[in-house]
């Protein structure tokens, strides 16, 4: 296999160093990795002081990071969880740019869908707990010390897709299958196994699918 760029968004809260252990081990294979860490996010942002971030934004950088690190083989996008939103929108305007789609237990959405439709009435009142005390949805007790408030209008706002990411050749999808409950991308998982084109991996791990190790993910990655 030839050395692959692999452009890396991660979830609600999360800024690029969530995927420093993927991109030490993509890295020392070869591969060219590139985490994103998507605006608002940043250990030093103050949503309260910022312009409005909203899904286009967070769009438009995660672009504008495929964009200058194009190659010929083409990029593989990858998304956790909120980060499935993003390189939807990402590969519907740059379809000619990427190779391969890769949702770790994410969202896909489809035209209209924001993550708050898209998911269950646990999320969506976590999205909107607070709402008026600023722009930033809080991030949850069991996240990581350097987790950010995510800003909520991103999670809130409908996307606009023209379905050029279905061009995209390859598609897969991980379920994480150690939710304690239902998990609130069950409906999206649901829905992605009974469409065609898809490859789906079912693992026995929490929502951080990452908790274990990268050894799981770049296995996967490597073999896209």
Same mark, same amino acid.
């Given at each position: 296999m030839g050395m692959t760029t692999f452009v890396l968004v991660p979830g609600a809260c999360h800024g690029g160093w969530w995927w420093e252990p993927v991109v030490d081990r993509l890295t020392a294979l070869g591969h060219t990795a590139v985490?994103?860490?998507l605006g608002g996010l940043g250990q030093h942002d103050d949503l309260a002081r910022m312009r409005r971030i909203d899904l286009d934004v967070h769009i438009s950088e995660a672009s504008a990071a495929l964009v200058a690190h194009r190659d010929e083989? &083409?990029?593989v996008l990858v998304g956790?969880?909120?980060g499935g939103t993003v390189i939807t929108g990402v590969a519907d305007r740059?379809?000619?740019y990427v190779r391969a789609l890769v949702y770790l237990d994410a969202f896909v959405p489809q035209d209209g869908d924001s993550c708050y439709a898209m998911t269950d009435d646990e999320q969506r009142a976590w999205y909107l707990a607070d709402a008026e005390r600023g722009p930033g949805v809080a991030p949850l007790p069991f996240f990581d010390q350097r987790a950010r408030p995510h800003p909520r209008a991103s999670l809130l706002q409908r996307i606009t897709l023209v379905d050029?990411?279905?061009q995209v050749p390859?598609?897969?999808y991980v379920v994480a299958t150690g939710?304690? &409950?239902r998990s609130p991308f069950a409906d999206t998982a649901e829905r992605i196994r009974q469409t065609p084109g898809w490859t789906?991996?079912?693992w026995p791990t929490t929502h951080n699918v990452l908790a274990e190790g990268p050894d799981r993910v770049v296995e996967l990655l490597a073999k896209v």
């Open positions: 985490p994103v860490t083989e &083409g990029v956790h969880s909120y740059f379809p000619w050029n990411w279905q390859a598609k897969h939710w304690p &409950g789906v991996h079912d």
